[in-house]
Structure formats: C-alpha cells, structure tokens
C-alpha cells in the first residue's frame, strides 16, 4: 500500500474539490474527522445536504434565501425605492453588517469578465430591469467590488439603467477606515482625493 | 434577516469546526457548494460518512485502514523485523512515499505532552510493548517529529524499550536536501555537524 485506504481516499478528492482546499488540507480534514466521535461526521454530512435542500435563490433578488422571497425582500420595514446590487449574497451580508442600509439588494451572481467568458447574459441583469420597470426604484446603488470587473459591471449597469430615469450610485472608494495613508496604494489615494468632501 | 438563512448558517458552522477553516474559509465553500451541482454536494457527504464507516484502527499498528489488519501489516513481503514508529497516519505515509522503507510500522497517535495533558497512557504504547514480546523485532526507527513532543517521546521510548533488548534508533536531523546552509537555523546546523558521516 503507496496510500491511504480507499475510503479516505475518496474523502480526500471530494475535500480537495472545495475552494481553498488543498492535499494538505485536505488529508488534515480526513484525519481529524477519523479520530472524532462519528456523530460530528454524520452532522456535518447532514449540514451539507440540508444547506443544499432548503436554500435557494430568491425570485426576487437572487439571494440565497430558505424561502422565497426571501427575508430582506418580503421585510415590509425596509425600503423598497433603493436597491443595492452587488456581485454575491456573500456582499449583501458585508452591507447588511453596516446596520445602515434599510433598502433591498439585487445579487448579480458575478461580474462582467471578459476574459472568463462572463459576459452581461452570465450575470442576474434580465431580472434587474424586470425589477426597475413598475417605476418604484428611486435609486440603485451599484456596489460591486472596486477592481476592474466590479467597475466595468458599475459602468455597464450606470449605461443601461440611467436612461429608465433612476439615479445611479458608486459606493465611495477610499482610504480604510483605521488604516494609515502611507499604506495606501497610488490609484486608491487618487481615489480618495477625488471623492474629498467638505467638512 | 441580518444574516445567512439558517440552514446555510448551520452548514458554516460545521464547516468551521474543521481544522484549518475559519469563518471566511467556511463561508466561501458553502457558497461555493451553493452555486455548484446538487450531485457534488451528494458525493461529498457520502464520501465523509463512507470514510467514517469503512475506515478504522488496525488493531496490530493503529495505523488507519480499510482492513484489519492493514495493508502493511498483512503484507508478507515486508520485513516484519523493523518497526517504524510515527505520530499520526500520516506521518507513515511520508515514509512510505521514500519507497525505501520495507519495515511495519506502529502509530502512536500523539506525541508526550504534559503541557495538553498526553502522557504514555493517551498514546498507543501498550499495543507496541505487546507486540515487542515475542522477541521478532530487532529494531525500532522512532521517527516522531524533530520538535519538543517528538524528542521527549524518542527518549521516553528508548527508555522504555531498550531494556527489552531492541535497538531504538532515531531518523536524522540535519539540513534538508536542496536548502542551504545560509538558512538553516543553529539548532538545525548543530544537529548536521553532530551527525556528520564520513564519506
């Protein structure tokens, strides 16, 4: 025997497949899992199954979401005139972190990259415009991430929505709230000096 | 909602338990299983229930198999007369990768500790003294790791073993083939001189 036995094998390849995760991350995985109780294996495994049973996307937004709509866009307390599109849910949840936004999401599942094949069809843009139709949306604020996939989706999405007559926002880019200017980069300095405001 | 839907929000939260996986480590799989095929999802569970079902001790060297006893400890080709101590499975893998080590090996499954509580009783050093009484083996290469744990273990064990007239050795510390000696550290080069041989 060169290996492991079969069955961790097996565990090992599936574990490999996750981002993140490499042989050696893997086999670390494998290993702590054989030595403790069976019942944490079973959990986890169920966990899995479950995650993957119950949570879908919201028709609404595209969220994850375990029921549909989903919790921010059947929440009769939050805003419906602003919506923040963003790349992931992952990015909703940093949002929602502020306790700030009161307004709904819309989950672009990515960003325009043509490079990767993603092009505007790949991403959650049909049911954006089906969204600003009844007129409702004030405003959308484009937070995608600040490099050069985020910008050219906020571009595209400022081009296709601005002639429907609703306002459209860029998150401010910056200096890091607690950091120092003497770490920041060139463009992110430039950035910052462009979007000052008087105090 | 000011967070993930619940059964996504259990799923990170098994995720985490596993070594190595922080919250953002455990977010990112799960939202990469999310957005992935419902099958991969299923083959990963019933890769980790299998593994913990099918894989277990050997009861001859604790070593992790589908067999017992393992797949080296049953095969007749090997020399049964040299026994390879090791902390963790693992580590016999690594030896066995040199594909030039033809001896059993034993598993400890820990090294001496009395700083986390693991002294002789937690390790699996009553399954080696059996099995050093029928007097088949002449030597036993420690090769527990070259740290504090390891070195106490080596020495607990020639104490404990010499008497019972078995050569104990220890695998070498010194540089590593294709470092250089401008990197290695002093306790690292002192072990090299220490155990230079004539050429």
């Known amino acids: 025997m060169k290996d492991f036995p079969q069955p961790l094998a097996d565990l090992i390849d599936e574990l490999k497949r996750l981002p993140g995760i490499g042989q050696k991350s893997a086999q670390r995985i494998a290993f702590h899992l054989e030595r403790g109780p069976r019942e944490d294996v079973e959990r986890l495994a169920r966990a899995l199954i479950e995650a993957k049973e119950r949570v879908h996307l ?31 849910p992952y990015n909703a949840i940093s949002i929602e972190k502020t306790r700030e936004f009161h ?10 990259s043509p490079l990767q094949g993603i092009g505007p069809e ?6 954006l415009i089906d969204r600003l139709k009844d007129g409702k949306i004030r405003e959308l604020i484009v937070a995608t991430n600040p490099n050069v996939e985020g910008e ?10 601005k002639p ?27 950035k910052a000096i462009e979007g000052r405001r008087e105090i």
């Not at 009769?76 to 602003?82: A, E, M, T």
């Not at 307004?103 to 960003?111: A, D, E, K, Q, W």
């Open 58 to 88: 919201c028709s609404v937004c595209n969220n994850l979401a375990d029921r549909d709509p989903c919790a921010y866009c059947s929440d009769p307390g939050r805003d419906p005139s602003v919506v923040c599109v963003v790349e992931t």
């Open 103 to 112: 307004g709904l999401y819309h989950v672009l599942h990515g960003s325009l």
């Open 122 to 127: 790949q991403l959650k843009l049909k049911s």
């Open 164 to 190: 429907l007559g609703v306002k459209v926002t860029r998150i401010a880019m910056g200096i890091p709230v607690g950091s120092e200017l003497e770490f920041a980069d060139e463009v992110t300095m430039l």
């Open 152 to 161: 050219a989706t906020a571009v595209y999405l400022s081009k296709l929505i």
